[in-house]
């Protein structure tokens, strides 16, 4: 068994993971996985950007008659095409590889976190509630008055915490829609700052706080027990950050 370096694994591992290579450097390339852990590294986050291409980008299927046409009369193996063929798949192969992971990175990129509809529109939503003066239909810091109010104007009972003591006070409490589904909104306060808290049910998987800034608003957001919490502001991350953590540890 020939012995690779990191540089030559580091070439090989696209063309590794999609079974591009011989069964020699296949060998070579599982060998040196299994004793290098930078190299490894490299060949689960190649991995993980090859699943994440085929779950979010989008894919069309070849037309039924393009297919027929490639596969009706594939080349004899003495043709000069074959021959051609042959010397692309051995030389190319890895180059091609290249190309397709590059297209896949931009892909990625390019096409938005299923999550991200949400949060832009709660940073709307934010705005307008400013804007507008109704940031509230239940105007107290008390949550046995706020928490009531939602009884039958929602389908779920959004928690309803006060964090005076912390520095937060609770303002009220509104309806408010994210993406077509009534929501749950409360207020807080933060010196001369306002937050704006989303909550709604949801059926999607529990998700770690992310924080991320959309339109010069600080946004930290996460689900847990099929329950969507978007907190918004213009307050400093950090801080925006200590109320996330407080809300979410008073919640669960």
């Known amino acids: ?9 580091h070439e090989l591992i696209h063309g590794y993971l999609d079974h591009e290579l011989d069964a020699a450097s296949a060998t070579n390339v599982a060998e040196h996985l299994s004793q290098c852990a930078d190299c490894q590294r490299v060949h689960d986050e ?3 950007l ?3 291409v085929k779950t979010y980008a989008p894919y069309y299927a070849a ?12 080349p004899s193996p003495t043709s000069p095409w074959q021959a051609l063929r042959d010397v692309a798949q051995k030389w190319l192969a890895p180059a091609f590889s290249a190309v397709a992971l590059a297209m ?3 892909l990625y990129v390019a096409t938005p976190s299923p999550e991200q509809p949400w949060l832009d529109e709660a940073v709307s939503n934010h705005v307008r509630s400013l804007m507008a003066q109704h940031l509230n239909d239940v105007v107290s810091s008390d949550r046995h008055t706020v928490k009531p109010w939602f009884t039958g104007k929602l389908d779920f009972s959004p928690p309803v915490f006060d964090f005076s003591a912390q520095g937060f006070p609770l303002l009220g409490g509104r309806l408010d829609y994210l993406q077509h589904q009534t929501t749950a909104a409360l207020s807080y306060g933060r010196a001369k700052h306002i ?7 949801t059926t999607a998987t529990d998700t770690p706080r992310l924080s991320q800034s959309i339109r010069g ?3 930290v957001a996460w689900q847990d027990h099929h329950m969507r919490f978007i907190v918004i502001s ?9 109320f996330s953590q407080l809300l979410e540890q008073r919640v669960f």
Do not use: G, H, W
């Not at 068994?1 to 694994?9: A, F, P, R, Y």
């Not at 037309?63 to 594939?74: H, K, R, S, T, Y």
């Not at 937050?195 to 049910?201: A, H, K, M």
């Open 1 to 9: 068994m020939n012995e690779i370096n990191c540089t030559v694994c």
């Open 46 to 48: 190649a991995q993980r």
């Open 50 to 52: 090859i699943a994440s």
């Open 63 to 74: 037309p039924d008659a393009l297919i027929q046409q490639v596969f009706a009369n594939p």
């Open 104 to 106: 896949a990175l931009v």
């Open 195 to 201: 937050i704006n808290v989303f909550i709604l049910p």
């Open 217 to 219: 608003y600080n946004v």
């Open 234 to 242: 213009d307050l400093e991350k950090t801080e925006l950050e200590v």
